[in-house]
């Protein structure tokens, strides 16, 4: 912890390092950090911004992401943050003269059980509010859609055709880039190792290079935003919780332009990924980690010993019911990483209780992707001391009261919220 009286000691441990000054300093160069950059920079093009990022950008959970972007959705609250992502998507390859590929395949929801009927029934209801297409189809059109899929059991099935996956590390870079070429400094392998604050207000941060001072400072550090947050004295409801997928060997079945797929009933989804299939599913008990004991570069922690083998024998009988073939075929690849998981499955946004200065972007829920549009829009509006054109009340940090992120209790709270989670 660093008070504003104490910086002038700091300035001279940086051995005459200069200090810097900067309108908005962004911690983090994952998705959010990055599409912060873009849209700062796009509606402020008289201010100075800094991101930071210790290591390359997108490197820890967005380059590991399935990148589904779900749009229609049961939390009303990420439908929006998520249209913005597309609507930004196609701006940027405008902008940039380049495409992303989004590969708009759609997503189909298979019913399996009258209780997934009848969500299946309020998701097609929510489509129609936010204007997005949505309708049933049969079993024979779906079988042909997705050859892999068994449909026998199935109910109902709604396909919602303009969603779409994407490579999330182009998205994140995408953003980088445009903010770069509007001015943006982006520093890679600077790490911010404290704040300095006066009070309660936030007035800039000590790196592992230099002090930067800054009239906002927004923590996107991903699952170690709490760390941060802490030198507040404020606790960042959320908690790193892993998830994982697999990724099948090449097959026939699994057609380039299938539609991605939601298995409510066996908390499982699914999408074509290089000619074979990505799934994952929903483990009984989610590995949960304290933001302390993830190492600063993901790749130095062991997600599983047996690269998910064991979680995939225990949990894969629920997904057999509709693949089969996931008996016959071999895995190629396993892929795990950590999101910021909250036990209410709502994001971690805005300003942070009893300080100035001082904005969070984390909490993704495994769903960063899809909302980094709207995410980077509200965050960077409220950095700029703008209204947030986006309706982030649902995100709010203190809507669980004083927590202590670092608890046991917290962390399996929040691990909990993702063994429920029935989407993708
Ligand atoms: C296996 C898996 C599958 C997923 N699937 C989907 C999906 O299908 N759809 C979807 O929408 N989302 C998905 N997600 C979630 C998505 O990846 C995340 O929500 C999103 O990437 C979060 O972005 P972020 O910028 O908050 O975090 P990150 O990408 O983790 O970035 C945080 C950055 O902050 C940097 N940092 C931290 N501390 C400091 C510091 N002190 N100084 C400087 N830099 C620092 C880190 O190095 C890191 O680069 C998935 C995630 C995983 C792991």
Same mark, same amino acid.
């Given at each position: 912890?660093?008070?504003?009286?104490?910086?002038?000691?700091?300035?001279?441990?940086?051995?005459?390092?200069?200090?810097? #000054?900067?309108?908005?300093?962004?911690?983090?160069?994952?998705?959010? @950090?990055?599409?912060?950059?873009?849209?700062?920079? #796009?509606?402020?093009? /008289?201010?100075?911004?800094?991101? &930071?990022?210790?290591?390359?950008?997108?490197?820890?959970?967005?380059? $590991?992401?399935?990148?589904?972007?779900?749009?229609?959705?049961?939390?009303?609250?990420?439908?929006?943050?998520?249209?913005?992502?597309?609507? %930004?998507?196609?701006?940027?390859?405008?902008?940039?003269?380049?495409?992303?590929?989004?590969?708009?395949?759609?997503?189909?929801?298979?019913?399996?059980?009258?209780?997934?009927?009848?969500?299946?029934?309020?998701?097609?209801?929510?489509? #129609?509010?936010?204007?997005?297409?949505?309708?049933?189809?049969?079993?024979?059109?779906?079988?042909?859609?997705?050859?892999?899929?068994?449909?026998?059991?199935?109910?109902?099935?709604?396909?919602?055709?303009?969603?779409?996956?994407?490579?999330?590390?182009?998205?994140?870079? +995408?953003?980088? $880039?445009?903010?770069?070429?509007?001015?943006? #400094?982006?520093?890679?392998?600077?790490? %911010?190792?404290?704040?300095?604050? =006066?009070?309660?207000?936030?007035?800039?941060?000590?790196?592992?290079?230099? %002090?930067?001072?800054?009239?906002?400072?927004?923590?996107?550090? *991903?699952?170690?935003?709490?760390?941060?947050?802490?030198?507040?004295?404020? !606790?960042?409801?959320?908690?790193?919780?892993?998830?994982?997928?697999?990724?099948?060997?090449?097959?026939?079945?699994?057609?380039?332009?299938?539609?991605?797929?939601?298995?409510?009933?066996?908390?499982?989804?699914?999408?074509?990924? @290089?000619?074979?299939?990505?799934?994952?599913?929903?483990?009984?008990?989610?590995?949960?980690?304290?933001?302390?004991?993830?190492?600063?570069?993901?790749?130095? +922690?062991?997600?599983?010993? =047996?690269?998910?083998? /064991?979680? &995939?024998?225990?949990?894969?009988? $629920?997904?057999?019911?509709?693949?089969?073939?996931?008996?016959?075929?071999?895995?190629?690849?396993?892929?795990?990483?950590?999101?910021?998981?909250?036990?209410?499955?709502?994001?971690? &946004? @805005?300003?942070?209780?009893?300080?100035?200065?001082?904005?969070?972007?984390?909490?993704?829920?495994?769903?960063?992707?899809?909302?980094?549009?709207?995410? @980077?829009?509200?965050?960077? /509006?409220?950095?700029? *001391?703008?209204?947030?054109?986006? =309706?982030?009340?649902?995100?709010?940090?203190? $809507? +669980? !009261?004083?927590?202590?992120?670092?608890?046991?209790?917290?962390?399996?709270?929040?691990?909990?919220?993702?063994?429920?989670?029935?989407? *993708?």
């Amino acid at each position: 912890m660093m008070a504003l009286d104490n910086y002038l000691k700091y300035r001279s441990l940086m051995k005459g390092r200069s200090v810097e #000054k900067f309108d908005l300093v962004i911690i983090g160069g994952g998705i959010f @950090g990055c599409a912060i950059a873009y849209y700062y920079t #796009k509606n402020n093009p /008289e201010k100075q911004v800094v991101l &930071l990022e210790r290591n390359e950008l997108n490197n820890a959970a967005t380059s $590991r992401a399935a990148a589904l972007m779900t749009m229609v959705r049961s939390k009303r609250a990420y439908i929006p943050l998520t249209i913005e992502t597309f609507k %930004v998507a196609k701006d940027m390859e405008v902008e940039l003269g380049e495409t992303l590929d989004f590969k708009e395949v759609g997503m189909m929801h298979v019913a399996a059980s009258e209780a997934k009927v009848r969500d299946l029934a309020k998701l097609m209801e929510i489509a #129609k509010e936010y204007n997005q297409e949505a309708y049933y189809l049969t079993k024979e059109e779906a079988q042909n859609k997705t050859p892999w899929l068994k449909v026998d059991e199935a109910l109902k099935i709604g396909f919602v055709p303009n969603e779409a996956y994407c490579d999330p590390y182009m998205l994140g870079t +995408f953003f980088a $880039r445009c903010a770069k070429n509007r001015g943006a #400094k982006i520093r890679l392998g600077v790490e %911010v190792i404290g704040l300095i604050h =006066d009070g309660g207000t936030v007035k800039g941060v000590k790196t592992s290079e230099a %002090v930067i001072m800054a009239e906002t400072v927004v923590d996107a550090a *991903g699952v170690w935003a709490p760390l941060l947050a802490k030198e507040m004295g404020v !606790g960042l409801p959320m908690a790193p919780v892993r998830s994982q997928y697999w990724i099948t060997e090449r097959a026939d079945i699994f057609p380039a332009n299938s539609p991605m797929v939601l298995l409510p009933d066996a908390q499982a989804y699914a999408r074509p990924e @290089g000619g074979g299939l990505l799934f994952g599913i929903r483990e009984g008990k989610s590995l949960v980690a304290s933001p302390k004991d993830v190492p600063r570069d993901i790749s130095d +922690f062991v997600f599983s010993a =047996d690269e998910g083998m /064991e979680d &995939l024998f225990e949990n894969g009988e $629920r997904l057999a019911r509709f693949f089969p073939a996931i008996y016959d075929m071999g895995i190629k690849y396993y892929v795990a990483g950590f999101s910021g998981y909250t036990p209410d499955s709502q994001l971690v &946004l @805005g300003d942070v209780p009893g300080t100035k200065g001082f904005l969070v972007a984390s909490g993704c829920c495994g769903a960063g992707i899809s909302v980094a549009g709207g995410v @980077g829009l509200g965050i960077a /509006e409220m950095a700029s *001391g703008r209204p947030n054109p986006l =309706d982030f009340s649902a995100f709010e940090i203190s $809507r +669980f !009261g004083d927590i202590d992120p670092f608890s046991e209790e917290w962390l399996n709270k929040c691990a909990s919220s993702r063994s429920n989670k029935v989407s *993708g």
